[in-house]
């Protein structure tokens, strides 16, 4: 297998027509729910998502990473770096996501306005997740509402197209799963393994671990930079 830099432009150019596929497909999904009478709740300045873990394939952390100013670059690391501290010895995915919830706050990526600063790189992550509900309770814990506030919630979710008990729209959310996992499978036939990742991570250990030159010389490397900068913990970064 040869792999040169121009593997990289492969994986960011696929990465790109993915997010173009879903962006398209979000609209055309949305119009036709709002002209049945549904309701999406997702619009600029609303960011209550953006306190959820972001998980994401190499390639579009790489197109985030390459978006960056020195001044995001700091508050990506400083994100990554207090995560890294936060998981270590968490071993389950229930309690590493209450823990980010809880300790993390808002996605490092978000501005002072409360927009998103990569906006047009995003990952598929981001934009799959489309609020059939007001926006509070997209960072609400469940754990913390009343028994008889959740079950009107629930009760009031349109079942035919949310991934229940979530409000957010299944079938969007599972096109951008798959559309994810084309871009592994690529990553896999061009470098011979796919990375998948918190996204704050990811784009710490590309800009300032040079992730993507370790990829381009195999695997080894890649979890050999990944574990010297101490981010190798099964909740922060997988190679498949
Ligand atoms: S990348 Fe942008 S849309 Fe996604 S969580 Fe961060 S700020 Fe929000």
């Known amino acids: 297998m040869t792999v040169t830099s121009e593997t990289l432009t492969q994986l960011l150019d696929q990465a790109t027509q993915q997010q173009m596929f879903l962006e398209m497909f979000v609209r ?79 996605c490092p990526l978000l501005n002072a306005e409360g927009a998103c600063s990569v906006y047009p790189v995003r990952p598929l992550t981001c934009r799959s997740l489309i609020s059939t509900r007001e926006s509070a309770w997209c960072g609400a814990d469940f754990a913390k509402i009343a028994p008889q506030e959740r079950e009107a919630f629930l009760a009031g979710l349109d079942r035919k197209v949310v991934s229940f008990p979530s409000h957010y729209v299944g079938v969007l959310q599972e096109s951008g799963k798959e559309l994810e996992e084309a871009g592994a499978q690529q990553m896999r036939a061009l470098l011979g393994f796919a990375l998948y990742g918190n996204l704050g991570v990811l784009v710490h250990l590309c800009r300032k671990h040079d992730l993507a030159g370790a990829a381009l010389q195999g695997s080894a490397q890649a979890l050999r930079v990944i574990s010297e900068a101490g981010f190798d913990h099964p909740l922060l970064v997988t190679m498949t």
């Open 28 to 106: 055309s999904w949305v119009d036709d729910y709002r002209s049945g009478g549904g309701t999406v709740y997702c619009g600029k300045g609303c960011r209550n998502c953006c306190s959820l873990a972001v998980h994401t394939g190499f390639a579009e952390a790489l197109a985030v990473a390459r978006h960056l100013d020195e001044e995001q670059g700091k508050g990506v690391e400083k994100y990554a770096v207090t995560l890294r501290d936060l998981v270590q010895g968490v071993r389950e995915l229930p309690q590493y996501l209450r823990l980010h919830r809880d300790e993390m706050g808002f």
